[in-house]
T-cell receptor
Framework: GNSVTQMEGPVTLSEEAFLTINCTYT??????LFWYVQYPGEGLQLLLK?????DKGSNKGFEATYRKETTSFHLEKGSVQVSDSAVYFC??????????????FGKGTRLSVIA | NAGVTQTPKFQVLKTGQSMTLQCAQD?????MSWYRQDPGMGLRLIHY???????DQGEVPNGYNVSRSTTEDFPLRLLSAAPSQTSVYFC????????????????FGAGSRLTVL
């Protein structure tokens, strides 16, 4: 079945540091890949997505490239800010004959950015 | 737009009590789902619905019931609460991405924190 593995946190960085959060997946067919972010006390919200191999999703300075050869979708940001402190979830859905499978999430990686 | 609205935000139950978590969306999304979030476990799918009158089980359906009588509403029922159901519950609705992938993009509610004593 489909699954997502994320690097375990928490991750603590200083402001303006480079961020990488690793995500690898197992899926049937050609999945669509997502990163969601959860700020304290809130629900998850979509950060970025990629629907086919070699696509790069980007938003708010974050980027992730869909690498089918390594089954990975690592999240990166060149210079983090305190406001980026949140929990980040990698997720996927894959196509079936009846539509797409429900979204499967990784366990989440907590990021803390200190000034 | 209100988006996805969940009520209540907080609830404390005693073991064996029943309750319903409400979820409503005003985006005319066909697909709705319920997840629970537990420390170290990420989000796990409880039940989902691809349209009014259609529901299906997710990864952890035991102890929960759902129904989908309208497009807008997708309540989650706990018939006899247990301490293992202490969690944060998220409702989500979704639209299908254009461009052929068919992937669903979820919009989440703010969550309902349930404690079962």
């Amino acid at each position: 079945g489909n699954s997502v593995t994320q690097m375990e946190g928490p991750v603590t960085l200083s402001e303006e540091a480079f961020l990488t959060i690793n995500c690898t997946y197992t899926a049937t067919g050609y999945p669509s890949l997502f990163w969601y972010v959860q700020y304290p006390g809130e629900g998850l919200q979509l950060l970025l997505k990629a629907t086919k191999a070699d696509d790069k999703g980007s938003n708010k300075g974050f980027e992730a490239t869909y690498r089918k050869e390594t089954t990975s979708f690592h999240l990166e940001k060149g210079s983090v800010q305190v406001s980026d402190s949140a929990v980040y979830f990698c997720a996927l859905t894959s196509p079936t004959t009846g539509g797409n499978t429900p979204l499967v999430f990784g366990k989440g990686t907590r990021l803390s950015v200190i000034a | 737009n209100a988006g996805v609205t969940q009520t209540p935000k907080f609830q404390v139950l005693k073991t064996g009590q029943s309750m319903t978590l409400q979820c409503a969306q005003d985006m005319n999304h066909e697909y709705m789902s319920w997840y629970r979030q537990d420390p170290g476990m990420g989000l796990r799918l409880i039940h989902y619905s691809v349209g009014a009158g259609i529901t299906d089980q997710g990864e952890v359906p035991n102890g929960y019931n759902v129904s989908r009588s309208t497009t807008e509403d997708f309540p989650l029922r706990l018939l006899s609460a247990a301490p293992s159901q202490t969690s944060v519950y998220f409702c989500a609705s979704s639209y299908v991405l254009a461009g052929g992938s068919g992937a669903n993009v979820l919009t989440f509610g703010a969550g309902s924190r349930l404690t079962v004593l």
